[in-house]
């Protein structure tokens, strides 16, 4: 195989791998702490190839998810692409950022990510959640260094570089 179509692979099993770790259900007190995986797969490769993830693939993908978690259709598309727009618009700060500070713009982009979802739902008439809502992001923004240098370390191993 070329290096093309692995490179191409390795950008859709992590796509896929997120769906699929989104749908792992977790106990009922443990269940605020999952933290929202296809965000943070996109977010990665937002900073790593930021030519790759365009808007309508992050759209997509956001169908997809719906499609996946039986929820409301174009409600998580809405937030991937949000997400997506603010990262690419910030690419070139973000990827210089130490560690930390990736880490803290992580917690942004996910507390606005919570934020849109907050009104999706209280617009279509649903109650407003309870304080556990807001630990998500934080989970996601403390599993960042990690899904970072999982996600960088894999790339590196099958030596799949951006030409």
């Known amino acids: 195989m070329n290096k093309v179509r692995v490179r191409q692979l390795w950008f859709a099993v992590t ?3 997120s769906l699929f770790l989104m749908l ?17 797969v996109l977010l990665y490769w937002c900073l790593q190839s930021g ?6 693939m992050a759209f997509c993908l956001g169908v997809g998810a719906d499609l996946f978690d039986g929820m409301v259709l174009g409600e998580q598309a809405l937030r991937l692409t949000a997400m997506v727009f603010i990262a690419l618009r910030f690419r070139s700060r973000l990827r210089f ?3 930390w500070q990736q880490s803290l713009a992580v917690l942004g982009l996910l507390v606005n990510d919570r934020i849109l979802l907050l009104l999706v739902r209280v617009f279509g008439g649903d109650p ?3 304080p ?3 630990i998500s992001p934080l989970v996601g923004a403390a ?6 240098l999982i996600l960088d370390d894999l790339r590196a191993r099958l030596r799949i570089h951006d030409a």
């Open 15 to 17: 796509l896929l791998i």
């Open 24 to 40: 792992i259900p977790m106990p009922g007190p443990l269940a605020p702490f999952k933290p929202y995986w296809p965000a943070l």
């Open 51 to 56: 030519d790759r993830v365009t808007l309508g």
């Open 97 to 99: 950022f130490p560690m």
């Open 128 to 130: 407003l959640p309870p």
């Open 132 to 134: 556990e809502f807001w």
């Open 143 to 148: 599993l960042w260094p990690f899904v970072f």
